[in-house]
């Protein structure tokens, strides 16, 4: 059984930067396409941001590209969400998640995912 475990959330201004962790356990991320979501109050939980297993490429949503970098550590055995110029509409509990497969080319459905973390709370206000 994979276990997630996220961290990094916090209060920041509009324009700062957050960097958010997912440290696996239990199995290898390098067997998964894995990736980020995020759910705001009230809205549904949306994909952010993934990286397919096969190759390695990198895929995000319109709303956050160009601010927002995926990237993983397979010796830590840890995924991150670098998160620049941050925006009140970028306030939500962020999780991470793993899927079984190779591409997350288009990016990732709520319903495929096969492991999520609990989530952690950003907040972007001044």
């Known amino acids: 059984q994979l276990q997630l475990v996220e961290s990094g959330g916090d209060l920041v201004q509009p324009g700062g930067s957050l960097r958010l962790s997912c440290a696996a356990s239990g199995y290898t991320l390098d067997a998964f396409a894995i990736g980020w979501f995020r759910q705001a109050p009230g809205k549904v939980r949306e994909w952010v941001s993934c990286?397919?297993?096969?190759?390695?490429?990198?895929y995000s949503a319109d709303s956050v590209k160009g601010r927002f970098t995926i990237s993983r550590d397979y010796a830590k055995n840890t995924m991150y969400l670098q998160m620049n110029n941050l925006k009140p509409e970028d306030t939500a509990v962020y999780y991470c998640?793993?899927?079984?497969?190779?591409?997350?080319?288009?990016?990732?459905?709520?319903?495929?995912?096969?492991?999520w973390g609990k989530g952690t709370l950003v907040t972007v206000s001044s």
């Open positions: 998640a793993t899927k079984y497969g190779s591409s997350c080319y288009g990016g990732l459905e709520v319903d495929g995912v096969d492991y």
């Open positions: 990286i397919s297993k096969s190759d390695g490429s990198t």
